[in-house]
């Protein structure tokens, strides 16, 4: 990464996903740190990334990331754990913008929950094949082991808004049973939609199993990171200043619906765009 251009306090943070599934961290970072501008995408139309190639994902994402540029914002907030598993080096290496992932974060929290260092991962193929996770957790600590689980279904079914519907339990159910028997005492949501169905996730898990969700982590981290380049917005953007902006591949109305039912901000409009163009 090098940063060899002013950035400005004041400019937003850019933020993506493949949908919806970003918005558990753009919420983590509203409340965390409320002053600052967000530019929000979600690449609706070629959602979901997790049963796609590293190439598929990686120019994906640096389509994105060529098209928050043009927002001058001042750091870049992979909202995605595939895009984090599979572009965030690349992305970083011709930077000149900070970036920042989801899975570093949620591993360090991991392991700062588990007691009996037996840790579960659920996530999409591509973030489980990656074995990202694991990499990251035996870096912080080489005695616990981890469990992966991939669960391809879970993000098809947030993006349609089957958030509490018997379908998604009876899936979850059947991705989770062999995670139940094995004693583990944590199991990190892997993939940023799946905060959108934890009390699902956590009523089948039991009390015993602590669910992280990397999203608290990653804001706090992001915040830590501002502070430390001096880049944290001290002013409240004020009214009008259209603090919170969002824009979609595809289906602008669908994403609006469902933005509005998990966030308390009003969204007023998404707008959609051709990331092809990027
Ligand atoms: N929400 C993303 C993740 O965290 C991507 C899911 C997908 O598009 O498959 O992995």
Known sequence: MKINRELSRNAPIGVFDSGVGGLTVFREIMRQIPNE??????????????????????????????FLK?????????????????ALDTLEKDS????????????????????NGRIGVIATEATINSQIYTEYIKELNSDVTIYGKACPLFVPLVEEGLLKDPV??????RYLAELIDIDIDTLILGCTHYPLIRSTLGR????????????????LELKKMLESLDLLNDEPPGLGSGQYRFYVS????????????????????????????Y
């Open 70 to 86: 043009t927002f001058q914002v001042k750091t870049i907030v992979v909202a995605c754990n595939t895009a984090s598993a599979y």
């Open 96 to 115: 000149d913008v900070p970036m920042i992932g989801v899975v570093k974060p949620g591993a360090k929290s991991a392991v700062q929950v588990t007691g």
């Open 37 to 66: 501008k967000i530019i929000y995408f979600g690449d609706t139309a070629r959602v979901p990334y997790g049963s796609k190639s590293q190439e598929t994902v990686t120019r994906y994402s640096e389509q994105i990331v060529r």
């Open 204 to 219: 089948i898990m039991g009390e015993r199993v602590t669910l992280v969700n990397p999203a608290y982590e990653t804001a």
């Open 250 to 277: 595809d289906k602008a109305e669908k994403f609006v619906r469902f933005a509005n039912s998990i966030i308390k901000y009003g969204i007023l409009s998404a707008q959609a765009v051709n990331i092809e163009d």
């Open 168 to 173: 998604t339990d009876e899936i979850a159910r």
